[in-house]
Every structure is written in C-alpha cells, then in structure tokens.
C-alpha cells in the first residue's frame, strides 16, 4: 500500500508571504508580513503540513544586498514565524540576475524540482503557491500542484473575472489564510478510509 502525499506546501515570499516592496527587501526592517499570512501558516503547521520559501533575490546578483543581509531578513522572518506559531523547514533562493540564463530563477522550474529533489518527493506532490504569473509558470513546468494568491503583483485581479490567460490547473484564493482554509478543508478526516 503506497503511503500517503506528504504535505509540503512551497511559498513564494514577497507578495505571497510578505509585503512585495516597489524596491528590493534590502534588510530585515523592509520585510514586513501581509496580514494573517503568518497565522496561516501557523495553522497548517499545526496540521501537519511542511512549509519551504521559494524565492527570487535578483538583488543579489544586482548587487543591491549581500548573502549576510539575506540571511538577517531570513533571520527576521523566521522570529515573526515563530512568534505567530509558525516554521518554515527551509529557504531555497535563486541569487541571480535576470539576465544570468540560470535555471532556478522562476518562472524556470529549477528551485521547484530542487526543494521536491531535497525532501525526496516527486514534484507533483508539493503545493507551490505564489502571487505573479512567474510563480505560476514555475510551479507549472515543475509539475506541482499549482496555487495563486492575489496579493502582491495580480492583486490587481481581485474582483475580477478569471484571466483567460491563466491556465485552468491554476486555483485562485484571495490569500495565504484562504489557500490555508482550501487546504485545511480537503484534508481527510481522521481514521477515515485513505
């Protein structure tokens, strides 16, 4: 009997999981939450649910901040996490510049399949949510699960019809507590048939 779908739930940062400032987050008193994100991951932690931060950190191939700088903000957000009762197991960055070809700068698939690759699960098994149409090719050409909050870039869209251009294997939730609701609400009952 094979065993069951690990929960692992992969979060873009800023704009999912964090304000997306017009600037880089270029320290940690620039990363600041986006409203009940951090409880909402506090919740599916709760529910047994492994949470990883994927993101792009073009400033530092730009230039703009260091790997030291990086690591304070990342330091920052995993206090406010925790102070909310929250964990993330991991942070996977693409360092590079737009303009450097690599293969971990989404909408590339790279980070994707090297976080499934990490935690030994095949890509279709992680739950990639994100907040741009970069989130979302990425999470696509890797195969996952794929999840898209309308907070920070297509916040824009909130209100509105379903873009045509958004692929229907694509589910929209306002934000991180309603995708946390989505994902609490399929979850089988306890001692229920698998």
Do not use: Y
């Not at 703009?64 to 903000?73: M, P």
């Not at 990425?138 to 251009?165: D, I």
């Amino acid at each position: 009997m094979p065993g069951r779908d690990p929960k692992l739930l992969v979060v873009d940062r800023d704009g999912t999981l964090s304000r997306d400032p017009e600037d880089f987050v270029q320290g940690p008193q620039d990363w600041l939450p986006l409203p009940g994100a951090l409880e909402a991951l506090a919740r599916l932690n709760e529910a047994g649910w492994r949470i990883v931060v994927a993101s792009n950190q073009a400033g530092l191939g730009r230039g703009l901040f260091d790997v030291a700088t990086l690591n304070a903000v990342h330091a920052h957000m995993h206090r406010l996490l925790a102070q909310a009762g929250a964990r993330v197991e991991a942070v996977f960055f693409c360092p590079h510049a737009p303009d450097e070809g690599c293969n971990c700068r989404k909408p590339a698939p790279g980070l994707l399949l090297g976080i499934a690759q990490r935690f030994g699960v095949q890509p279709a098994q992680l739950v990639a949510v994100g907040d741009s149409m970069r989130d979302v090719q990425a999470a696509l050409a890797a195969g996952c699960q794929t999840h898209l909050v309308l907070t920070g870039q297509l916040a824009h869209w909130r209100g509105q019809p379903r873009p045509a251009e958004l692929p229907p294997e694509v589910t929209v939730h306002e934000d991180l507590p309603a995708l946390a609701e989505a994902l609490l609400a399929c979850a089988p009952a306890p001692g229920g048939a698998a």
